[in-house]
């Protein structure tokens, strides 16, 4: 199952992508943290001292692989980030995508890969989608279900949209702070999450008490899964102190235990999965995508492909 976490700048996607991937090893459950920021930040918060290897240093090598034997794709230079998967196509299952090489383990458990920081030469030219790309292919041919856990970061504010990758998980967790501009993104995020049937729950975050969990329940209304105080433990930890998931307040493990059930309540749809992954595909390929390869992409489109199986 595949979860991702957007919010405003700041708001603690970043910490709660982090705390949720290890409260979830800590439960056993295998897991997979994916920094699809171009700020990498996650690492850090996962106890690392060091970055994975920048998926966007190696996308050819990934469409490489990806692509298989599908004969609808030629090259990788054929391949762009929305290209969906096909007869030919080499699927991943949840323990292809932990074993990638391209991954750092941490001491819990976690397997972490990171899209990769802006280089010089993106400064001005290429947009940074076509690095965060990677996270699209890998997530469009992964063949994932219930109990394995991919834990997406993803870039602040409503930026997601300008690709298909906000429709690519099973569940999206919103962090929100209790101010109006920390709602702000989740009124732009839930018309967008409604349009395309995206499944939504919304985490409050830096909580101060009741008169805070007042203002999101008002402004988010039953969206509003659970929220987190603001911690003591979390900033010990950005001041580099040691921290484990024992620090932690009892309320703040409490709102990780909820974020997991409720994952774990979420069903596939990869019905809507196979149908968007194709929708986005044939809008990548009209507005740019064609003209760029000098391709007919929209010929790239499996008719008999079917989503979810390996
Ligand atoms: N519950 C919390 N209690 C205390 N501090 C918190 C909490 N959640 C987040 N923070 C702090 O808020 C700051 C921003 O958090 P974080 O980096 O996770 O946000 P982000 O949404 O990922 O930001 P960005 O948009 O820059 O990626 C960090 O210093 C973090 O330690
Ligand atoms: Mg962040």
Known sequence: MRVAFVGKGGSGKTTMSALFARYVASQGGPVVAMDADINQHLALVLGLDRQPEPLGAHLTEIKDHLRGDNPRIPSAEAMVKTTPPGRGSRLLGFDDLAGGEYALTTSEGIRLMATGPFSEDDLGVACYHSKV??????????????????????????????????????????????????????????????????????????????????????????????????????????????????????????????????????????????????????????????????????????????????
């Open 133 to 310: 790309g990677a996270v699209e292919l890998l997530l469009n041919h992964l063949v994932d279900g219930q109990g394995e856990y991919v834990v997406v970061d993803m870039t602040a504010g409503a930026d997601s949209f300008a690709s298909g990758l906000f429709t690519r998980f099973d569940l999206t967790f919103l962090v929100a702070e209790p101010t109006r501009q920390g709602v702000g993104v989740y009124h732009q995020y839930r018309e967008h999450a409604s349009r395309y049937d995206v499944a939504l729950a919304v985490v409050g975050n830096k909580v101060h008490g009741p008169s805070d969990v007042d203002f999101l329940r008002d402004q988010v209304g039953d969206d509003l899964l659970t929220w987190m105080e603001h911690s003591a433990a979390v900033r010990a930890m950005e001041q580099g102190r040691p921290f484990t998931l024992d620090d932690l307040e009892p309320a703040n493990a409490d709102a990780l235990a909820l974020l997991r059930k409720r994952l774990d309540e979420q069903e596939k749809d990869w019905e809507r999965f196979g149908r968007q992954a194709e929708e986005f595909h044939l809008r990548n390929a009209r507005a740019w995508a064609n003209a760029r390869t000098g391709l007919d992409l929209e010929a790239q489109i499996d008719p008999e492909f079917v989503y979810g199986r390996r």
